[in-house]
Structure formats: structure tokens, C-alpha cells
């Protein structure tokens, strides 16, 4: 299809884990994208998304900071539809209660309130993407582990902080926010509640959740035994769902994106048998006594998605860590 008729998006966040696969598939379907980063000249940090197909005529980087009113203006103004992927980053703080809200929770909320407002200003947007999460659903203690939890299920604010889950917090409080106010100014918001991502990474830096996967290939299980059951999804799924869901009519309220939902057994058992090569992969956990869950998808799968499977994104996790040298090919 012919560029000019995909228009122009914005994208929040453009160099993270996530967004740059976002970016990176936006571009392949001919659309013109604005990206906004914290930094535009950081070559090291952006060089990736400038080598991607089509970003010399269609991509343009520019700054925008979550805390600053007002700094997303000039990149959403014009713009047909706005992705918003950008989270908050974490900063060495002294107090651990003050570095949570000032870090985690307001940003979150303000951050996402502060695009919304010039989302708000834009009197050619169509619709607003916004990166939710599946823990915005499953932190809870009363549903039926016989019923998987679909999208009309919010996780409990209450037992996010009394169990500490800041990210899942965050992520529930920022979604209720962007809810409320683009009922309350007229603004068409899907918002997409992927699972644990797994796949390459295309920024050179690993964020957390790369790096978290990395450090369970090597053997380092701690990250994940907390979770003791999670549901995984391949990172280009995701940037993937996030177009189909802004480009359908018919779309509307939240999806759930997840590909599978294993035990962190059921994953160890699953690593250590296709990559026996790896010296240190994980050959089981320490039992946790944690909630059974199942996601259900079936919203997102009536618009024709399918998802990529658990050895796909494996595979494409540990072959892309190997290019970068992250991981090493023989034993």
C-alpha cells in the first residue's frame, strides 16, 4: 500500500524493547513515524532504529519527556494514531517508598495523562494504542482458577500493594486513567495487555526483560521463581497486535495478548530439553505456592491473530543473543 495512505503515527518510547519492534513493523506496512525519545542525538542508543527498512524517508525522532507537559505536542500534532509504549525508568533514589511513587507510580499515571492531553489537542487523531499489561488482570485473590481471566477482569489495586507489585500497579492505574479520560474528552482508546515478551532484542542494550530472560538461560532462576506461573508472547506478536488492533474498525475496549501460560517447571523442562547446549539452563525450580491462571485470547483471535508458538520465540530469543554475544554458540 501506498505510504501516503497509511498516514502518519506517533510512538511513545520509540527506542525501547517493544517499541522498537513496533516501529519496525510500522515502517514495513509504509506508515510515516514520529518516534519520540528522551534524547534524539544519542546515536549509540537510536542507531538501530535509523538501520531499520524505510526509516531514512519515514521516521523522525524527536524528544518528548514523560514529566513534561506539553513536550508531546509538536510530535502528535497531525498524527492519524498514537502509540503509547513509553514507561517510566527507574532512578537510584535513597528512600525506596519515595523512589516507587516518584519513579513508577507518577510517572505512569502523569506520563500517560501528559500524551492523552495532546492527544486531546490533535483534531486529525483517529485512535490512541495504549501498552497496557496482562498484570492489570491476573494480580488477584477471588477469581476461579477454572475460568481463564479475559479482559473484563481489572487486578486488585489493594493486593498490588500490599504484595509490593509496583509494575503491575503502575500499569493498572495508569490504564484506569487513560480509560477515564478519554471517555470524559471523546478520544477512540484500544489498549493491548501483553504477557511476558520473549524474543530478539533490537536495541543493543538489553532492558529488563531481556535481560532477565538472559540471566535464566544462564542459569540464573531468581527473577523468574518469583512468578511461579506467567504467560509469555513473542515481542513481534505484540508490535503486531498493536497494528491490527489500530487498524480494525471493529476494535474497541482491551486485548489480551499472550501466547501461552506455563509453570515455571513446565519452562525450565521446556529450555533444558531444546537447549541442552546452554551449560547452565535451569532443570527445575523451587516450588512456589502459586494461584493456577489461564489467559483467555479469544477477543483478539476473533480479529484473525494468531500467535507465534513457545519454541518460536525461544528460538528467535536465544539465536539473537547469540548474534549480539551475549551468548555463547558452543558449550
Given at each position: 500500500m501506498?505510504?501516503?495512505v497509511?498516514?502518519?503515527?506517533c510512538?511513545t518510547?520509540?527506542?525501547?524493547?517493544?517499541?522498537?519492534?513496533?516501529?519496525k513493523r510500522l515502517?514495513l506496512?509504509?506508515?510515516?513515524v514520529?518516534?519520540?525519545?528522551?534524547?534524539p542525538?544519542?546515536?549509540?542508543?537510536?542507531g538501530?532504529?535509523w538501520?531499520?527498512?524505510?526509516a531514512?524517508?519515514?521516521l523522525?525522532?524527536v524528544?518528548?519527556d514523560?514529566?513534561?507537559?506539553?513536550?508531546f505536542?509538536?510530535a502528535?500534532m497531525?498524527c492519524?494514531g498514537?502509540?503509547?509504549?513509553?514507561?517510566?525508568?527507574l532512578?537510584p533514589?535513597?528512600?525506596?517508598?519515595a523512589?516507587?511513587?516518584?519513579e513508577?507510580?507518577?510517572?505512569?499515571?502523569e506520563?500517560t495523562?501528559?500524551?492523552?492531553?495532546?492527544?486531546?489537542?490533535?483534531?486529525?487523531l483517529?485512535r490512541v494504542v495504549?501498552?497496557?499489561?496482562?498484570s492489570?488482570?491476573?494480580?488477584?485473590d477471588?477469581?476461579?482458577?477454572?475460568?481463564?481471566?479475559?479482559?473484563?477482569y481489572w487486578?486488585?489495586?489493594?493486593?498490588?500493594?500490599?504484595l509490593?507489585i509496583?509494575?503491575?500497579?503502575s500499569?493498572?492505574l495508569s490504564?484506569?486513567?487513560?480509560?477515564?479520560f478519554?471517555e470524559?474528552?471523546?478520544?477512540?482508546?484500544?489498549?493491548v495487555?501483553?504477557?511476558?515478551a520473549?524474543g530478539?532484542?533490537?536495541?543493543p542494550?538489553l532492558?529488563?526483560?531481556?535481560s532477565d530472560?538472559?540471566g535464566?538461560?544462564?542459569?540464573?532462576?531468581?527473577?523468574?521463581?518469583?512468578?511461579?506461573?506467567?504467560?509469555?508472547?513473542?515481542?513481534d506478536?505484540?508490535?503486531?497486535?498493536?497494528?491490527?488492533?489500530?487498524?480494525?474498525?471493529a476494535?474497541?475496549?482491551?486485548?489480551?495478548?499472550?501466547s501461552?501460560?506455563?509453570?515455571n517447571n513446565q519452562?525450565?523442562?521446556?529450555?533444558?530439553?531444546?537447549?541442552?547446549?546452554?551449560?547452565n539452563?535451569?532443570?527445575?525450580?523451587?516450588q512456589?505456592?502459586?494461584?493456577?491462571?489461564?489467559f483467555?485470547?479469544?477477543?483478539?483471535?476473533?480479529l484473525?491473530f494468531?500467535?507465534?508458538?513457545?519454541h518460536?520465540?525461544f528460538?528467535?530469543?536465544?539465536?539473537?543473543l547469540?548474534d549480539?554475544g551475549y551468548?555463547?554458540?558452543?558449550i
Amino acid at each position: 500500500m501506498d505510504s501516503n495512505v497509511k498516514g502518519k503515527v506517533c510512538i511513545t518510547g520509540a527506542s525501547g524493547f517493544l517499541a522498537s519492534w513496533l516501529v519496525k513493523r510500522l515502517l514495513l506496512a509504509g506508515y510515516h513515524v514520529i518516534g519520540t525519545v528522551r534524547d534524539p542525538g544519542n546515536e549509540r542508543k537510536l542507531g538501530h532504529l535509523w538501520r531499520l527498512e524505510g526509516a531514512e524517508e519515514r521516521l523522525r525522532l524527536v524528544r518528548a519527556d514523560l514529566m513534561e507537559e506539553g513536550s508531546f505536542d509538536d510530535a502528535i500534532m497531525g498524527c492519524h494514531g498514537v502509540f503509547h509504549t513509553a514507561s517510566p525508568v527507574l532512578k537510584p533514589c535513597s528512600d525506596p517508598k519515595a523512589r516507587i511513587i516518584a519513579e513508577i507510580l507518577e510517572p505512569a499515571v502523569e506520563g500517560t495523562l501528559n500524551v492523552l492531553r495532546s492527544c486531546q489537542k490533535n483534531p486529525t487523531l483517529r485512535r490512541v494504542v495504549l501498552t497496557s499489561s496482562s498484570s492489570t488482570v491476573r494480580v488477584r485473590d477471588d477469581f476461579d482458577p477454572h475460568v481463564p481471566l479475559d479482559e473484563s477482569y481489572w487486578s486488585s489495586i489493594e493486593l498490588c500493594e500490599r504484595l509490593q507489585i509496583w509494575y503491575a500497579l503502575s500499569k493498572t492505574l495508569s490504564e484506569k486513567a487513560a480509560w477515564k479520560f478519554c471517555e470524559e474528552n471523546g478520544i477512540d482508546l484500544v489498549t493491548v495487555l501483553p504477557s511476558f515478551a520473549i524474543g530478539p532484542s533490537l536495541p543493543p542494550d538489553l532492558c529488563f526483560t531481556a535481560s532477565d530472560v538472559l540471566g535464566l538461560l544462564k542459569g540464573e532462576t531468581l527473577q523468574f521463581m518469583w512468578h511461579g506461573r506467567m504467560g509469555y508472547v513473542h515481542v513481534d506478536d505484540i508490535a503486531l497486535c498493536h497494528i491490527l488492533v489500530y487498524e480494525h474498525e471493529a476494535a474497541q475496549g482491551r486485548y489480551l495478548c499472550n501466547s501461552t501460560v506455563m509453570d515455571n517447571n513446565q519452562l525450565a523442562s521446556f529450555l533444558s530439553s531444546r537447549y541442552a547446549w546452554l551449560p547452565n539452563i535451569p532443570k527445575g525450580f523451587e516450588q512456589l505456592n502459586r494461584p493456577w491462571y489461564d489467559f483467555d485470547t479469544s477477543k483478539l483471535k476473533s480479529l484473525g491473530f494468531k500467535f507465534k508458538s513457545i519454541h518460536e520465540m525461544f528460538d528467535d530469543c536465544v539465536a539473537s543473543l547469540v548474534d549480539q554475544g551475549y551468548l555463547s554458540s558452543t558449550i
